[in-house]
T-cell receptor, first 113, second 112 residues
Framework: DVKVTQSSRYLVKRTGEKVFLECVQD?????MFWYRQDPGLGLRLIYF???????EKGDIPEGYSVSREKKERFSLILESASTNQTSMYLC????????????FGEGSRLTVL | EDKVVQSPLSLVVHEGDTVTLNCSYE??????LLWYKQEKKAPTFLFML????IEKKSGRLSSILDKKELSSILNITATQTGDSAIYLC????????????FGDGTTLTVKP
C-alpha cells in the first residue's frame, strides 16, 4: 500500500513565524502535491512537483514556497505565517504524469495565532 | 477558470436509503473525473472515470460519467452509517493527470 506521511498532525504557530510542513511518500511516485482544505472552499492546490527540484504553482501559491530535494520528500514552507493561513494542509502523491489517482496523507492542521 | 461544482452540499438520510450525488465540471484539458471519500482524515480514492457512459461499480457504490453534459453522478444504495463522510469530486487534467480541480464536496450523514 502507498503510504504518504505528514510528520506534523497539529501545529500552533504565531503570526510571522516560519513554518515547515514535511511530507514523505514511500512508493517512488513522480508527482507530489500540496493542497489546503477549508470549509466551503474545498481543496485548493498550492504547489505541485513532477520531479526532483521541479515545482509548479497551483491555484493559490501566494505566501507559500516548496522544496523537493529528494523524490520521496516534498516540503511546504510558510515564510511568515499569517492568520489566514490557518487551515488543514493535505499532501498527496500520484504515480506519474498520466495517472490521476491521488494518495493523500492524513493532513496537518495548522493554527496561526 | 476551471470549476467543479457538487450538489447537494449536504444530505441527511436514513440507513437503507439510496442517494445520488452530483458533480458538474467546466475545465479545459479534461482528462478524467475522480471521486474520493473523506471520513475524519485523508480522502481515499473511490473511482476514476475517463469514458462517457461506462458505469464503474464497487459494492453498493457506482458512478457514471456523461461527457456531453460535463457531469457525473455517484450512487450509493442501501446506505449504512459507515457511508457518512464527505464525498469529493475532482477533474483531472491532461496537462498533468495528477493535477486535479476539486469540488467543495457533499457531506453525507446516514442516520440509524
Amino acid at each position: 500500500d502507498v503510504k504518504v506521511t505528514q510528520s506534523s498532525r497539529y501545529l500552533v504557530k504565531r503570526t510571522g513565524e516560519k513554518v515547515f510542513l514535511e511530507c514523505v511518500q514511500d512508493m517512488d511516485h513522480e508527482n507530489m502535491f500540496w493542497y489546503r482544505q477549508d470549509p466551503g472552499l474545498g481543496l485548493r492546490l498550492i504547489y505541485f512537483s513532477y520531479d526532483v527540484k521541479m515545482k509548479e504553482k497551483g491555484d493559490i501559491p501566494e505566501g507559500y514556497s516548496v522544496s523537493r530535494e529528494k523524490k520521496e520528500r516534498f516540503s511546504l514552507i510558510l515564510e511568515s505565517a499569517s492568520t489566514n493561513q490557518t487551515s488543514m494542509y493535505l499532501c498527496a502523491s500520484s504515480l506519474s504524469f498520466y495517472t490521476g489517482e491521488l494518495f493523500f496523507g492524513e493532513g496537518s492542521r495548522l493554527t496561526v495565532l | 477558470e476551471d470549476k467543479v461544482v457538487q450538489s447537494p452540499l449536504s444530505l441527511v438520510v436514513h440507513e437503507g436509503d439510496t442517494v445520488t450525488l452530483n458533480c458538474s465540471y467546466e475545465v479545459t484539458n479534461f482528462r478524467s473525473l475522480l471521486w474520493y471519500k473523506q471520513e475524519k482524515k485523508a480522502p481515499t480514492f473511490l473511482f476514476m472515470l475517463t469514458s462517457s457512459g461506462i458505469e464503474k461499480k464497487s459494492g453498493r457504490l457506482s458512478s457514471i460519467l456523461d461527457k456531453k453534459e460535463l457531469s457525473s453522478i455517484l450512487n450509493i444504495t442501501a446506505t449504512q452509517t459507515g457511508d457518512s463522510a464527505i464525498y469529493l469530486c475532482a477533474a483531472a487534467l491532461n496537462t498533468n493527470a495528477g493535477k486535479s480541480t476539486f469540488g467543495d464536496g457533499t457531506t453525507l450523514t446516514v442516520k440509524p
